[in-house]
Structures are given as structure tokens and as C-alpha cells.
């Protein structure tokens, strides 16, 4: 069965937001097992909209269209689709209902505005939204059957996957392709070099296609597969898995689509182990990842993000000494920082980051891309420094606190890494 | 003048990969005075790209296609163009030349699949790429002037900026429409009751488009006008921003698009004062968000990121009586740790955050939601407790992070806000 996703919105339209919704959309209904053949962004005009679902009205079976919901008058999707289905807009009273619902639940008043979003076309189903005031709809233009989502990213994601996932598979029932998808990531790599790490690959494994996805600082290799037997296609790519792992080493970090930070709370939790973090050119980076785990309360004990000579000083007792003598960014001062997040917390390990996260503070000793980390552990005291392209400000912190949790990623597991300059994708 | 993007491949169309490419050139086409009226998305399959290529040959003035131009059996996209303008394909010398050329430069052997790139459709004027192999080509189909360029991002920027603008330009001449986009962004209003506010914006400014995006935890407020006079286009968009900046006050926080960590550095940089700050329930992202601003570390000195009530204690010297007599979340604990940071940091501001971003942690009477925030300035020390919905872990934290940093703005800039239940976006 054919389907179609619809993106609707001037914003979207004139370039200023990137759609990442119909990528979502797209993904999940060709899981479900539909044939997606196209993608179109509208704006907000009533003409525009109209024209698009009475085209697509005749050439697919299922479209999901997102955004246009909304409680202010360039929100126009309903009064659209009632056109392009040649009927009125009614008061939709379950709907209404569930608005109403919302608001008081929250203890907010309703405004008239949000009543005009239960007016849906006549003969339309009306969606609950759990999480936000724009109810979507069903509704069948021509041939094929519409669903209507708010544009919202994790209203829209909540409403595909709660109600209308279940439904759209129902609808296919036997006629069902299953799609399967492996996430491995990894970290240490560029594209270019861990696509010829895995050269060989189409021979041995005809009927699983390989992708390359960057999501940086991280590579993903992305598995996909298909076929009509849910079992025997399960076992192929768990075989690929295998077969990758064994060429990637540790440089794998998960084969779930796991982030890295997941990764590092499970590994202490597992152990009954806890951590404290010294930031410095990570800028807080690092804490707001590990924190963004539920549950992390238990294994992240603190994080001392210390910009200011001052305050590694006063807060981590990094000593004078070692900052007059090797500068803020050097591996020793990193040192006695983990060491310093270690004593002031109590926790087991103690890791730290000092370097040049640009655009300014480079020097030709230590240009922006300096990298410094410590690590302390029941063990031992480690400083490390790497120098790193330059690749602008947020994605150098996104790759130095990246690196620095491998680094107590390779400590925990045993897995040996050496002081080198590291690769990474640019 | 009309114009469309359309960007090809299997990876955009299945959702395995964002489509980016689109929002660029459509920006782009804008900015250059065209009117963009739809964006799609199809795989490589070639009926479908015949289609899309008649189609928009029908309905449109300018089109810009990426991707389906590489050496491999799915590139299809010259294929399917030639097709699409009923002609065949012939070898164009030039493109040959071009593809020669940037194999020789790099020393490296041509293979036989590059030379089919240099196939395009006859009467097509082929388009050089000095930064890859996969040379462009524009062609007419039907009333539509087609640009064909590679989907590899860098690629077809280069291309777009070096040779398609300046030829679009030429296109309109005279004819052009200038487009002003102004942002203005707002926070603590619910999208609703901002569109209520500037309800009679349309009667009073009715050249000037109205919008509103949810940019969770801020609302932005769009204001777009075209017109072909840039001058008095500017007026329009300056009155309008006035108008609204009146019935808005003290929550619009920038008006040309700039986030509350920049204005915050901007506001601490003027005055020449420091910031220092706790974190418990943000659990970094407010240094996060600070330290991604260049320059942020002339005013930022420390945060000390205390999950546990223990480094609460050592660090920043709350007293355990508070923790013991109020607990962990709470406005009197919150003063502490603000007046803490200050302290040893030496800093102008302290403000921290203390309070329950879930899932795990609520009580009845600190639900998760529960947010209390302290401010430790020259003058005095505040602390503000405030009970938002629960949105979920990831978006309790955004929220939190923007209501501390909005507080010390307001304290700043002399704006006076209650202690009361903040209304937000969901």
C-alpha cells in the first residue's frame, strides 16, 4: 500500500526549520510495512493545502500530515481538509472534551482560540492528544485515508506510536513486509575509514543493506533488512552484528541506538559505582548529558564546572602551584582536577576536562582543539591530552565531552586505548 | 516567480536520513525573491522522479533538485530527466573534461562509472563542481527551468552560491520581491495566549504575516513582509515588532532571534559583571547553555553542578541544618547554594536551581515540576519556588534552565515578576 507524508508550515516552507518530522514518519511507516513514495512540505496557504490533499486524495491509500493544528488563525489544516473532502467543519464534542480536559487537568483557563481547534471536518475522527491542546483527526479525502498530527515533534511522535501505528497495522494485516533495522554506534572513526573497515560486507551479506549514518560526534553503521519471515531475517542481522563488532572492536559503544551516556549509567549501576566530573572546556556539557538519564541521581554525584583559575582552585584544590606552572590546559592540572571532583564528592571515579574550545584562547602550543582529560579511579591518577581539527565551538564540546566519556567508558570495560592523536569525522 | 525543491534518494525518502538540503536552498530561493511553494521528497526510483520532473515542469517557474547524480546504477536522476524533457542522453565534453580534471588534480585513478556522470540530457547546460565529482546540469522541461545538483551537502552549497544565484538573480531583475523575516522571542506565555494578545495584529498590519513556533521552552512570535520596496518593508516590520514588544513586555526577551544564554552575556558583558551558578535539578544545562556562547568565560566563573547533598555541603557550604530542617528542594536550600556559588567563585551573581525533574523523585507535596530557584545578587538573596506541569525529564530541565535564566534577566534588567504558578507551553 502506498503512503505519503505531508509537512505543512511557512516556516518549514521558506527554510528557516528543517522537517525532521516526515523522516520520522517516513521511517515508521515503512516499518509498519507501507511503500512511502513521497514527502511534501506546504506552507500555511489555504489554496496550497487544499491542492495537496486532493492530489494525494487520489493517488495514495494513507498520508500523515503534521502541523497547521493549532490554536492561531494560520493554522489552517482543518478548514483545508473540509474543503478538499467537499464537507463543513463541525464541533467535534469528544474533542472539544479532551481540550477542555487538558486545561483543567493543568489548572489553566481555556481560551475561546483553543476552542476553534475542536472544529474538525464533518465525518472526521477526532485523535486525542494526551500531551498537548491540538487534537489530530482521520479523515478520507478520495482514496486515500488522512491523519492529521500536530506538528510538535513529541506530540505528533506520541500520537503516531500510541493510536495510530496499531491502527495502520491492522489495516495491512497479512499483506505485511517486516523491515528490521540494527543500530550500531561508534565512536573513533570516520565515515571513510569505518566503511573500509567493513569492506566485504554486501559479499558476505547480500540481503542486508549497510548504511553510514554521522551523527556526530558519534558514527552510526545502520542495518536494514527485509522480508516476510520476521524470524529468519532477525537471525541475518544478528549475524551482520556479529561480524561488524568483530572488525570495530571498542570502538563500538552500544548495538541498541544506546547513547553513550546510557551506556556509562548502566555500567556503573551495574557495579554500584559513582562519578564526579571536572569541567572546564566542556562548559557543563558533559553533567547535562549524564543527567538527562533517569535514574542518574544514583551514580552522578557532582560536577564542578570550573571556568574560572578560582574556582579549580577553591572548589577542587587544583594547586596554584600546578596552574602557574603548566597553565590551565595541561594534562596535570587536568589530573588534580578529576582527582579534586573525586576527593570533594567521594566518588569512585573522577573525570575531567580542560582545553581550547574556540573561537578564541588558542595559542600555537595549544590551539583551539586541545584536548586535556583526568581521570581518577581507586587505582590511579591519568592525564591525557589530544589535539583535536577545529570544528567550532559547540561541536568541539560536543566532541571533547564525548571523547572524555570514552575514556572512562575504555577504563571501566578494560578495553585499551592509547595517547594518540584521534581520528574523527570533520 | 514560482519556485520548488525537490530532493531524491532512498535514504531521504525511507526517513533514514533528514532531508537538510531543502530548507538551505529554499532559504536561499527566498532570500534571491522567489516564491517557494512546495518542497518533495521522492526515492530513485525512475517513474517516480519522470513524474515529479513533469509535474513541477507544469506548475512551477524554477526548480532545484539535489541528489541522484553519482556514478552508482541508482543515480538515475539524468536519466530521468531526459526522459521527463523527451530527449536522450549524450556525453557532454565539458563535464567529461571537468570529471578528468578533478581525478588528475588529486592523482587519483578515474573508473569507468565516473565517466557515465558526464551523460546528460541533450541541450542541457552542464553545471561545473569544482569540489566533487558529480558534475551539475540545468535544463528546460516544459515552462520550468530545472538546476540539478549533487545531494552531498558541501557540494551543492558550493554550486548554488557560485553559479545558481547569480544566474536566478539575473533571471528576475526587476521582477524581484524582497522577503524580511523579523524573530521575536518570548517566554512564559502559552502560544495561545500570545495569539490572544496580538489579537487585531491583521486589521492593524495587514500587509505584515503573522506566526507563531513553539521552540519549546520559549515561544517565538514571526513576523514576515515581502513587497518590492526594501525600505518601506523594513518600516512595516518595525512598527509591527513595536506593537508587539508593547502588549508583550517583559516577556519578549530578543528581537532578532537570539537566545537567552546570548542576551544573558550580552546583559552580564555590558555591565562588566560575573555569574556563577548551582545546579541540582538542571543538572549542567544551564552551564551548558552559558559556555555555548564564544567569549562566555569572561563572565561565567563556575557552576557546581550538586546532585548530591553531600558536594551541596562541601562545595558550596549549604549548611546541613537547611538540608536536614527544609530537605534538598527547597527555596531556603536554593538561597544557599546561590549565595555558595557566589561566594566561592567571587562572581557578581550566584543563581542556582533546585527541584524535581522526575520521572522518579516526586512527592505530593514537591510533585515532579517542582522547581525552586535562588538568586544571590549585591543587594540581597531570593529564593522562588514554582510548580510547572510535568513534561517529561528532558523538557522539565529546558524548562527549568529557561525560568532561572529569565529570573536573572528580569533581576538585571530591573523587570519585576511575581512569585506565582508560571503558565507555559506544553
Known sequence: MKAEVLAT?????????????????????????????????????????????????????????????????????????????????????????????????????????????????????????????????????NKCMFFFLPGVPHEMRQMMSASILPHLRRLLGDARIHYQTTTISTFGFPESVAAELLSGFGNRFPDVDLGFRAKFPEIQIKLYGQGSDKDSLQTKLADAARWIRDRMGGNVFSENGTSMENVIGDLLGQKNETLAVAESCTGGLI??????????????????????????????????????????????????????????????????????????????????????????TPKHTLGKRYQFPDLGRLRNKQLFAMKALDILRCEILGIVTENKIAIVQS
Chains 1, 2 share one sequence.
Open 287 to 376: 553533567s547535562d548529558l549524564l543527567t538527562n538519564v533517569p535514574g542518574s541521581s544514583e551514580y552522578f554525584l557532582f560536577s564542578g564546572v570550573v571556568y574560572a583559575n578560582l574556582a579549580k582552585a577553591n572548589v577542587l584544590g587544583v594547586s596554584w602551584t600546578t596552574i602557574d606552572s603548566y597553565g590551565a590546559v595541561h594534562e596535570e592540572t587536568a589530573k588534580e582536577m578529576a582527582a579534586g571532583a573525586k576527593r570533594v564528592s567521594g566518588a569512585t571515579y573522577g573525570l575531567s576536562t580542560s582545553g581550547i574550545a574556540g573561537p578564541g584562547g588558542g595559542s600555537v602550543d595549544k590551539p583551539v582543539g586541545t584536548l586535556c582529560i583526568g581521570l581518577a
Open 9 to 141: 508550515g511557512d516556516e518549514i516552507r521558506s527554510g528557516m526549520l528543517v522537517d525532521s518530522n516526515s523522516a520520522y514518519l517516513a521511517r515508521h511507516l515503512q516499518a509498519a510495512g507501507f511503500a512511502v513514495v513521497r514527502h511534501t512540505v506546504v506552507g500555511d496557504d489555504l489554496d496550497a493545502l487544499v491542492s495537496i490533499f486532493s492530489e494525494i486524495g487520489l493517488r495514495s491509500d494513507v498520508a500523515v500530515v503534521t502541523g497547521g493544528l493549532g490554536p492561531t488563525p494560520d493554522d489552517r489544516t482543518a478548514q483545508a481538509a473540509a474543503r478538499a473532502a467537499g464537507v463543513d467543519l463541525v464541533l467535534d464534542k469528544q474533542s472539544l472534551k479532551s481540550i477542555e480536559n487538558f486545561f483543567s487537568a493543568r489548572g489553566r483557563p481555556m481560551s475561546p482560540s483553543n476552542k476553534r481547534q475542536a472544529l474538525l471536518p464533518q465525518g472526521a475522527l477526532g485523535l486525542a492528544n494526551p500531551i498537548g491542546t491540538a487534537p489530530g483527526f482521520a479523515l478520507r479525502i
